[in-house]
């Protein structure tokens, strides 16, 4: 099972950027997609999630309007529009498989990979 993040980079504030994430090793149709965040000292945070026909999403008040995730399932690719970026979005940015379970997320998997690093900044 593979997930591998791309497209972060340093951004200035109000700007954009597009993350992708390719799945494979397993059917990516099948499983609500994710994305998650970490930034230095914090915990890792939810921002993001799509159901596995791409009908639903999902989003905390802290990006609601600003983010969107979108997937294809034919390239087994789940991306994030990040748009009206602020300096609190400074994070390494994880993509995840996973499942909502009495109305909570659950990733499926225990390895999270290395993420794509977003930083922020003027």
């Known amino acids: 099972v593979q997930l591998v993040g791309s497209g972060g980079g340093l951004v200035q504030p109000g700007g954009s950027l597009r993350l992708s994430c390719a799945a494979s090793?397993?059917?990516?149709?099948?499983?609500?997609m994710s994305w998650y965040r970490q930034a230095p000292g914090k915990e890792r945070e939810l921002v993001a999630t799509i159901s596995s026909a791409g009908g639903s999403t999902n989003y905390p008040d802290s990006v609601k309007g600003r983010f969107t995730i979108s997937r294809d399932n034919a390239k087994n690719t789940v991306y994030l529009q990040m748009n009206s970026l602020k300096p609190e979005d400074t994070a390494v940015y994880y993509c995840m498989s996973g499942t909502y379970y009495r109305g909570s997320y659950y990733p499926a998997l225990t390895y999270w990979g290395q993420g794509t690093q977003v930083t922020v900044s003027s």
């Open positions: 090793g397993f059917t990516f149709s099948s499983y609500v």
